[in-house]
């Protein structure tokens, strides 16, 4: 109910002006909407999938396989030749190859090799690397960098959607920001309203100049002027908004005008980004996205040198098989049989210890990189907390100041009621406590965008 609702309030829909909070929009619910239905959010996600996708893809390097090589020649009604190479082929994890084939031939002119049996030959047989490929190769490494891609992909996905989130924080903020500058604007609009009023009442009694009524003239076009402007803030801040504003099935949204900010966002916010704990107790990096990325490209960068490490050794690979005939399978004659030797080996091997070295330097720079942003993110959660904890204090500062200020704004105006004042120490004071407030509202956002900037850096949209 409450998700239709909300979706009836985007599309325009009206709702009771006796119930204020029912069209506060709150900033968890936002981040709810951006978390589950924005698409950048959606394409963080499809990195796991792709990333599960690419593990099936390296495990298909283990998949049995089925060979068929058929020729057949024929020409003048005599068949030259029939040749049929069939095979079944099963990959095992350590590099060894079994073996199972079928082989039949005949014809006139066939090549004397080929001659089998009538009834065809049968062989069962492995082949074992005895150097290259035995303890590590290029199918076990590709499914264990696979593996090490999914673990990766996890922590990218955080990063990217954390980034996500982040820029509609700051939207969201903005337009907080913007609505309370409308509504202030407004607020003393009237005030200047009902001054000039008041003026022209006084000064059609006699009791005050002419000229008074020209100043109060200027203060409420100028009221007039920063209403607009901020109207024109406040709508381009919603436009903004509505980029991070999405349902299923893609659809966007558009922000009704019916929807205001939370209002008591300054007490919330640290609970809906989980950084009051972070405030009052030490935030372990050990398991940081960043972190574990780049732990996780070590371990692949790892493999990477061990396969190449591994190509220093000569090629040597051993096959046997045995062989009979169909009808022979229960008769096993193991002096029938087949052997191959296969062996490669450079004699310099340059290009494997030039590729060898290459992985080690890939290997310790991404170390370099890990030690440099365990240091940075430290000391970014250290100086994030400090800015926090500062603008803690100027909030109590910048309200005790515009308490002041309207303090003096309301002396002021008793004065001037008893004829001690004037309209332009009035203005003055009244100006005060609008830059004061414009501040105090500035601050506020200031620390919405600290928060969010340390939930940035944490790293955590879950």
């Known amino acids: 109910m409450k998700h239709l609702f909300l979706a009836f309030l985007f599309f325009g829909f009206v709702a009771s002006a ?61 068949e030259y030749y029939s040749i049929l190479n069939s095979s079944f082929k099963i990959p095992t994890w350590y590099g060894i190859e079994i073996k199972a084939g079928f082989d039949n031939s005949e014809g006139v002119y066939l090549n004397p090799q080929n001659t089998l049996p009538n009834q ?59 609505f309370n500058e409308v509504q202030l604007y407004e607020e003393y609009n009237k005030n200047a309203q009902i001054r000039l009023k008041g003026i022209q009442s006084l000064i059609k009694q006699g009791d005050k100049p002419a000229i008074d009524s020209v100043e109060a003239g200027i ?76 732990q996780s490209k070590i371990d692949m960068l790892n493999v990477e040198r061990k396969l190449k490490a591994n190509m220093l050794l000569p090629k040597i690979d051993v096959g046997y098989s045995y062989i009979s005939e169909p009808s022979y399978l229960d008769n096993y004659q193991f002096e029938d049989y087949k052997i191959g030797l296969d062996f490669y080996f450079p004699l310099f091997l340059r290009k494997e210890r030039g590729s060898l070295k290459l992985a080690k330097y890939k290997v310790q720079e991404t170390e370099f990189a890990l030690d440099l942003e365990k240091v940075q993110l430290t000391n970014k959660i250290n100086a994030q907390k400090m800015e926090i904890e500062s603008l803690l204090r100027q909030k109590e ?53 600290s928060n969010s900037e340390l939930f940035k850096i944490m790293a955590n949209p879950d």
Do not use: C
Not at 35 to 58: D, F, G, R, S, T
Not at 238 to 266: R, T, V
């Open 397 to 449: 500062l910048i309200k005790s100041l515009v308490q002041d200020n309207l303090t003096m704004l309301n002396s002021e105006e008793r004065l001037f009621s008893f004829g001690e004042s004037s309209l332009f120490l009035i203005n003055t004071r009244e100006n005060n406590l609008v830059i004061a407030q414009l501040s105090k509202i500035a601050l506020e956002n200031r620390f919405y965008i």
């Open 219 to 294: 203060i409420v076009k100028n009221r007039i002027l920063n209403l607009e402007d901020s109207k024109l803030k406040l709508a381009k801040a919603k436009l903004e908004l509505a980029n991070f504003l999405w349902l299923e099935n893609n659809i966007p949204l558009e922000l009704s005008d019916e929807l205001i900010p939370e209002i008591q966002l300054e007490f919330t916010i640290q609970e809906s980004l989980k950084t009051n704990d972070l405030l009052n107790t030490d935030f372990s990096i050990t398991n940081h996205p960043k972190i574990n990325a780049l």
């Open 120 to 178: 065809g030959l049968t062989s069962l047989g492995v082949t074992v690397p005895l150097g290259q490929g035995l303890f590590i190769n290029q199918r076990m490494a590709d499914v264990r960098k696979a593996k090490m891609q999914i673990q990766l992909s996890q922590a990218e996905r955080k990063l990217q959607a954390i980034v996500v989130l982040y820029d509609a924080s700051l939207a969201y903020f903005n337009w907080k920001k913007n």
């Open 18 to 78: 006796q119930d204020i909070n029912s069209k506060e929009f709150t900033y968890t619910e936002f981040l709810g909407y951006v978390k589950k239905y924005h698409p950048l959010v959606k394409n963080a996600n499809l990195e796991i999938n792709k990333a599960q996708a690419n593990l099936m893809m390296a495990r298909g390097g283990f998949d049995p396989k089925i060979e068929v090589d058929f020729s057949k020649k024929q020409f003048k009604d005599t």
